[in-house]
């Protein structure tokens, strides 16, 4: 029992026979998950297969028909809650809404709840640094709805870690992003991580930086259909069971340890 | 202008407006940006259901307006969570249903006839001082919400998903943003009208964007917009016969023109793309 709770205790997440139902569908059925402290975890699985329904159930957005979720040994409820931050999938925003960047984060920001009332350089004195080693302020004047799918992405990261949470979920965190921005985004991911020595959860369905990422690996396709390390899983038979019959993975190199997946057989 | 101010039923149409214009300004840009003026066009409608019931009872028409227009916003919440109806379908089917329930009524009543038309497009005689002292109340209820819960609401605009995660009750906030805006609105049918109420809540917010570049730009200006539309519009009601929901609408709309402008002066429109 005391070996039960030590494993416990040293979860950031732990997911328990979770089953989802959508309507007449069962979408997930029986997950279990767990996420040590200061790992990075990814989920992958093809569309369709429960990724992001999973992840909003961790949000708390979904209900479960069955199942447990604790985070950081507690059940799921706000006051968990705001020890996660949360990067959603490209948001759909109306450009009419002229949100600019400093506003946006100063919404979450406590201190700056009433930011409508504050002068533009004192939000900027308390903004300053959320994002170590990544400059906002040439973003902060842009509306929020204007800005490019990484610049977008950088801002939500810098937005998701204001109160400093200790477990970060992304859901597939560059759709939409070109190629050199989602390598930079996945670097900014990594030493994020390393410093904050956050636990992280990444949905993807992006073998090639799930491979260079995390260390721990789930397939997913409604059920778990294989775990391990990244290597263990990206073996074809494995993901093969979670993605069909189809699937054909290879990696070639661009260069020192970038390995690349054109995804075409998901 | 001074015989004007000497009028009671201009000073409480021109107090009504002063609470009530600037209010459906700033409530304007989340209604845009939710896209929700289907939804106040709705509730507009749908209280002139409540309006033949209040002539039919000889009573003050003002509390079967709110009382109407508040279960009509409901009904769209429910019917939107408890059936797989589209949203839109289910405006659509209670602003006819409610509306043609009210063209029922007036049609059984003799001698108001003549009133439907001060509903249906304002007048600025039919402000009473109850009407004046509820808008107060509600002008009094936005403004606390605002000022609290303005960062909440920008966030569930932007995302429900991240205002959930950043630990607002969504639902809540939710309902309290669509009470509060079906109160204004039902309050602004006297000035404006069941016909064009919604525009106070559309085209401050079109203004203020034109020349705006964030979300406090926006505010001030939608709400500077709409205070300058309702009293202007009330007064030129007043001064050139006027009905007073048209004459505050084609303020607004002049003002838009200028934001126009000021906008193409600042950016060019890019040439067109095409040939």
């Given amino acids: ?266 | 202008m001074e015989s004007m101010l000497t009028e009671p039923y201009m000073q409480r149409a021109l107090l009504i407006a002063v609470l009530l214009a600037p209010l459906c300004g700033v409530l304007g840009v989340f209604v845009t940006a939710r896209r929700m003026s289907f939804f106040s066009e709705t509730v507009a409608h749908g209280s002139l259901a409540g309006v033949a019931i209040g002539l039919a009872l000889g009573i003050d028409t003002s509390w079967p307006i709110l009382g109407v227009s508040l279960v009509v916003a409901l009904l769209v919440l429910w019917l939107r969570e408890n059936t797989d109806l589209l949203t839109d379908t289910i405006m659509a089917l209670l602003m006819s249903g409610f509306m043609a329930a009210g063209v029922v009524g007036f049609s059984k009543l003799r001698g108001f006839r003549g009133e439907l038309h001060r509903y249906l497009f304002g007048d600025i005689l039919s402000v009473g001082w109850p009407d004046v002292a509820l808008a107060g109340v509600v002008c009094g209820f936005v403004l606390v919400f605002l000022v609290g819960r303005l960062s909440p609401m920008a966030l569930m605009t932007l995302s429900e998903d991240l205002a959930h995660v950043s630990g607002t009750s969504v639902r809540r906030l939710n309902l309290v943003f669509v009470v509060l805006l079906t109160l204004t609105v039902a309050l602004s049918i006297r000035l404006l009208g069941i016909i064009l109420v919604t525009s106070l809540l559309v085209i401050p917010p079109a203004t203020a964007r034109n020349v705006a570049s964030t979300l406090r730009q926006e505010l001030l200006l939608s709400l500077v917009c709409g205070l300058l539309s309702g009293i202007l519009g009330v007064v030129a009601s007043y001064q050139f016969d006027l009905p007073c929901g048209p004459a505050i609408v084609l303020t607004a709309v002049g003002l838009f023109l200028v934001s126009l402008g000021a906008r193409f002066l600042r950016r060019p429109p890019r040439p067109s793309a095409r040939p």
């Fill in chain 1, 1 to 266: 029992m005391a070996s039960i709770r030590f494993h416990r205790e040293g979860l950031a997440l732990e997911v328990r026979g979770l089953r989802v139902s959508l309507g007449e569908t069962e979408v997930l059925r029986g997950i279990d998950l767990h996420v040590p402290k200061g790992r990075i975890v990814a989920v992958i699985g093809p569309n369709g297969s429960g990724k992001t329904t999973l992840l909003r159930c961790l949000l708390g957005l979904q209900k479960p028909s069955a199942g447990e979720i604790r985070i950081f040994g507690q059940p799921l409820g706000p006051k968990v809650l705001g020890r996660v931050g949360y990067v959603p999938q490209r948001l759909a925003l109306d450009r009419s809404f002229l949100l600019s960047v400093r506003e946006f984060l100063a919404l979450r920001l406590r201190e700056t709840r009433h930011w409508i009332w504050w002068r533009r350089s004192t939000l900027d004195l308390h903004l300053r640094g959320l994002l170590p080693g990544h400059d906002l302020g040439p973003l902060l004047d842009r509306p929020v709805a204007g800005l490019s799918g990484g610049q977008l992405q950088r801002v939500l990261v810098a937005f998701s870690l204001i109160g400093s949470p200790e477990l970060l979920l992304l859901d597939e965190p560059t759709a939409g992003v070109d190629a050199p921005g989602e390598q930079s985004f996945y670097e900014l991911i990594a030493s994020v991580h390393r410093e904050r020595q956050l636990s992280v959860v990444l949905v993807s369905h992006d073998l090639s930086m799930v491979y260079r990422h995390a260390c721990r690996v789930y397939a997913l396709n409604g059920v778990i259909c294989c775990e391990g390390t990244p290597e263990e899983v990206m073996n074809a038979d494995s993901l093969r069971q979670a993605y069909g019959m189809h699937f054909t993975p290879y990696h070639h190199d661009h260069g020192p340890g970038h390995h690349h997946h054109p995804g075409g057989g998901c």
